[in-house]
């Protein structure tokens, strides 16, 4: 599931080096946390988060293959962090 949202968001990015997703196991679910730069946030959201929102759908489908709940994060990288 990670791959997935990691390969989606490199996709839509200007800067891919900066796409970052970590994974925060729990016991029957997931939460990704999709960390991008501040100037592709927009990219990686979307009109009225339409792209936000098929990721996360995505990535509901995935999770259920497993039998678990899934969550999806985007939160933009800090400025001095690479």
Known sequence: MKE??????RS???NPDQVHVSQIQGA???????????DDMGKVIGKQ???ANA???????????YGR???LEIIPAQEGKD
Request: proline share 3%; hydrophobic share 60%.
């Open 28 to 38: 029957q679910s997931v939460i990704l946390e999709l960390t991008v730069a501040p």
């Open 49 to 51: 988060g339409r792209i």
């Open 12 to 14: 839509l990015v200007d």
């Open 69 to 71: 709940h899934a969550v």
């Open 4 to 9: 997935l949202i990691e390969y989606i968001a």
């Open 55 to 65: 990721m996360r759908t995505l990535l509901k489908v995935a999770a259920a293959k």
